[in-house]
């Protein structure tokens, strides 16, 4: 079953068109990264498909509900409660962490799934405290985000994604904050979580990550899809020029 179906979305500043006609489907438990060069639309693309961003035309569709849909030249989005429940089956990680800097990491975890969700309180925190188990966190539950490392803050953002039990997670280059050390600590657990089968769309610059993880792996270039398909293809075997350009250039970084 499809989670996600994205077609022909398009998405303009001004004069600028960002995305031109992108088209994408994202199965149940499917990992698809989305490679490409700085300004070619992948990260716009990430904020239209988690709707921070209103786009400019085409359809996006969310475990068979339609979020939104193109009418007259124009985008016409879901109802609030409509898009509301849509906007509940997925989470966004984002590269810089976005944490509540005044909350302990507890409260980050739990005040959505409790204000939010309306969900019991001591359920929640349970399960909270069982997310910092899995993300190595342990005994961090009561620190503040400026005590933790950028790693450690990454950490607590993917288990607070997880807090809102979502079908789906969004992540917007989540290791470009971090050195080299810690960025290997958050692709562990990517992997972990791939391990899972949790259904992921990952924007990243990993090579490597994106070759050993993903189902499905995408090349963006000037806001449209180049290439895609696995990774064998995609990354080891390209038919685009533009995709065997940037990951020579890749390569010798």
Known sequence: MDLLEISSLKKSFGELEVLKDISLTVAENEVVSILGPSGSGKSTFLRCISMLETADGGSMTYCGKQAAHEENGKMI???KAELKEIKSYFGLVFQSFNLFPHFSVLTN???API???KRDRAEVEREAMALLEKMGLSGKE???PYQLSGGQQQRVAIARALAMKPKMLFFDEPTSALDPELTAEILKVLRGLADEHMTM???THE???ARSVSDKVIFMDGGVIVEQGAPKDVIDNPSNERT????KKMEEK
């Open 77 to 79: 989005y879901a109802s």
């Open 201 to 203: 769309v990952i924007v």
């Open 244 to 247: 065997r350009a940037f990951l």
């Open 142 to 144: 009561k620190s503040y």
């Open 115 to 117: 204000h939010v969700q």
């Open 207 to 209: 090579i490597g990550f």
């Open 109 to 111: 975890l739990t005040d």
